[in-house]
């Protein structure tokens, strides 16, 4: 019978080994498998006079082939690798669609400085002022391309975070459940492994997603996210939330509810898709947004400033090219409320000067009913404390004004200024008619017939308006424009020369023959005079009514050559139909004039200049981002390996376990077979 106990273990033995094999086998392709080894011991020894023999063996285990630090850097390395891939599927058509011609900014741009550079040398055709009108449509077209794009990419990013945000919470669940399960067969003895499998294929699956924080305790897994926030504590699951931005509405946030409590952890959470997608939204999107937005507004306010100074074809002042940068709509979304504000006012927001914008956006915080302090984001400079109460005026500062339309507000409200993210969505082109494109000079000069001596204006030396008008106070520019029709033509009637020879006099005389002002020249040289001109209305009475200071508007001219005594000067205003392009030429040295970013050390760089510096910054972050998932993928591959090398199903080695356990269970058949033989034989000789 010993005999027939011995061959019946190890047949027991071997044939558990067989299904141990086969198991592996089966399992070969099952993700997250670690592969199982069968572990025998030998039974107690029986007695025989003074020796021991053995009675066979026992099954001791089925144990996984399972390394706990591989299978950590394997998760690690699948956080990594799943950022980096999110973050490049983000940046990658960011990077092609501001880059190509025919989808980005730069070539609407040339286009239409193309096109100003054409009306400049055909200033009369109308077909070349509506190609110009044509192209202007055009580029404000591309810039709400763009941003539409821009925008689309961030409600993608949304939509994303929601549905990740829900995979993760599933399986959170399933970790709970399978932690629980794991324990209770724990508790009673046995070895979960299939279970302890799948808690881990789950908990690397999370970790596609985010960058969990695993921690092993009395067999169960914690799982935190962020810098310590429990998502899974034993069997207990707090849930991850995805809730509208409480700063800005636009840009979900991520919040994880504990049941009493709820914590806001978007600016914590690295990691996984979640982190990839969170930190493209945060250093790339919302940047190149409000870079597009800033490039949208100096394009508008420089180009209509450049209209208003000069004359249309219709012999006016020249309208808006783009619409105004500061209508009451955009005004008033330039500030978002937070939603925990108790208060219910809020900031309008004007655009003061387009060259000194910057690219980041403010926090508002007030610090008491009537006082609050401005933020820069993101790295909090202050701008400055500043208060609503009289007689305390509107802070300026980076070329934005704040006005709050309430008179007080609550202590802890906070509001967000966003002065350029949404410019590029908002421009338009406002004319219609290409006559009004004001490509003349205000004013030019001739000198009046009958003169005497050498005086000559040089081509280059035009009157140049000075004065600025502001297109932002319609009833002010309106009435200085009207002033200046109404207050030429006027002239400059030169005197006598001094008995050296040196200086030689002028009156400058309004319509009416009135000294404006009087001056001296160098005769024989090149002198740039600097004068002004009163505005009148149309009855002669002085703009604005007396006792207010009277309204002026100022040019420079250049004479050379020596006039005559009595050689006079006249300078009007530009007539319909003048073929003069002065105001033209200043609208095409746009193209590479500073306009953009004036209040940094660097002074300032030009629209293509600051589209390209975009489109650079775009382009090195793609780059990188190519280099890092690259990085990142042969990081997991290793990280694999290695873990396959030691947990995975190797096919070669399992058949060789095929045959040798075959063999076992075949050598164990034939002690068993022994032991009846000798057992017949017993029996027959009795």
Request: charged share 15%.
């Amino acid at each position: 019978m010993s005999l027939l106990n011995i061959g019946m273990s190890g047949l027991s033995a071997s044939q558990a080994s067989l299904m141990t094999t086969g198991n592996n086998i089966a399992n070969a392709d099952t993700a997250g498998y670690s592969r199982q080894q069968t572990v025998q011991g030998t039974k107690s020894s029986q007695q025989f006079g003074n020796v021991f023999i053995g009675t066979g063996t026992t099954l001791a285990d089925v144990r996984r082939v399972y390394n706990s630090y591989l299978d950590a850097q394997l998760q690690t390395t699948t956080s990594l690798n799943s950022d980096s891939a999110a973050y490049l599927g983000q940046v990658s058509p960011l990077d092609k669609l501001l880059s190509d011609s025919g989808t980005g900014l730069n070539g609407a741009l040339t286009k239409f400085f193309a096109s100003v550079q054409n009306v400049n040398a055909k200033p009369g055709d109308d077909a070349s002022r509506q190609l110009l009108l044509s192209d202007a449509q055009a580029l404000s077209n591309r810039f709400n391309s763009v941003s539409s794009q821009l925008n689309a990419q961030n409600a993608n990013i949304n939509g994303n975070l929601t549905n990740m945000a829900d995979q993760v919470n599933k399986l959170a669940a399933t970790v709970a459940q399978l932690n629980q399960k794991i324990a209770e067969i724990s508790s009673a003895g046995g070895m979960p492994n299939d279970l302890l499998d799948a808690r881990n294929e789950t908990v690397r699956q999370l970790s596609t997603f985010t960058g969990a924080q695993i921690v092993e305790r009395e067999g169960s897994v914690d799982i935190y996210l962020g810098s310590g926030q429990p998502l899974v504590i034993g069997n207990t699951v707090n849930k991850l939330e995805v809730v509208a931005g409480k700063d800005d509405p636009n840009r979900l946030s991520l919040q994880l509810n504990r049941g009493s409590s709820t914590i806001d952890i978007t600016s914590i959470m690295t990691g996984g898709e979640i982190g990839g997608l969170l930190r493209y939204r945060s250093t790339v999107l919302d940047p190149a947004m409000n870079e597009l937005g800033r490039v949208a507004l100096v394009v508008a306010d420089q180009m209509n400033s450049i209209q208003a100074q000069g004359i249309d074809k219709n012999g006016d002042f020249g309208s808006n090219l783009f619409n105004s940068i500061n209508s009451a709509a955009q005004i008033s979304q330039r500030s978002i409320a937070s939603t925990n504000n108790v208060g219910t006012g809020n900031f309008d927001v004007s655009i003061q000067d387009t060259g000194k914008l910057t690219i980041n956006d403010y926090k508002v915080t007030f610090t008491s009913a009537t006082d609050y302090t401005v933020q820069r984001l993101p790295d909090n400079t202050s701008m400055g404390s500043f208060s609503t109460a009289p007689p305390a005026t509107a802070p300026v500062f980076d070329g934005i004004e704040l006005k709050f339309s309430a008179a007080s507000a609550t202590v802890g409200d906070t509001f967000k200024i966003t002065p350029t993210r949404n410019a590029a969505s908002n421009i338009k082109t406002e004319m219609t008619d290409s006559k009004r494109l004001a490509i003349a000079a205000p004013l030019g000069a001739a000198i009046a017939a009958g003169g005497s001596g050498t005086l000559t204006i040089p081509a280059s030396g035009q009157p140049t308006l000075t004065t600025q008008f502001d297109i932002y106070d319609a009833a002010t520019t309106s009435a200085m424009q009207n002033g200046l029709k109404n207050s030429t033509p006027t002239k400059i009637v030169f005197g006598d020369v001094s008995a050296d020879g040196a200086s030689q006099t002028y009156q400058f005389l309004d319509a009416k023959g009135g000294v404006i002002s009087s001056g001296t020249i160098k005769p024989g040289e090149s002198n740039t005079l600097s004068l002004n001109i009163p505005l009148k209305d149309a009855s002669g009475a002085p703009i604005p009514p007396a006792p207010a200071t009277q309204y002026t508007v100022s040019f420079d001219m250049t004479v050379a050559g020596a006039p005559g005594k009595g050689t006079a000067i006249n300078v009007s205003l530009s007539q319909p139909g003048t073929l003069d392009n002065r105001n033209g030429t200043a609208l095409a040295g746009l193209q590479t004039k500073q306009t953009v970013d004036t209040g940094s050390a660097s002074k300032g760089i030009s629209l293509n200049d600051a589209y390209g510096k975009l489109v650079e910054g775009v382009g090195s972050k793609a780059a990188q981002g190519k280099l890092d998932s690259a990085a990142t993928g042969a990081i997991l591959a290793n990280a694999k390996g290695a873990r396959d090398s030691l947990s995975g199903v190797d096919l070669d080695e399992e058949t060789g376990n095929l045959v040798k356990y075959q063999q076992y269970y075949t050598a164990s058949s034939q002690i068993i077979k022994a032991a009846q033989e000798i057992f017949s034989t017993l029996i027959n000789s009795l």
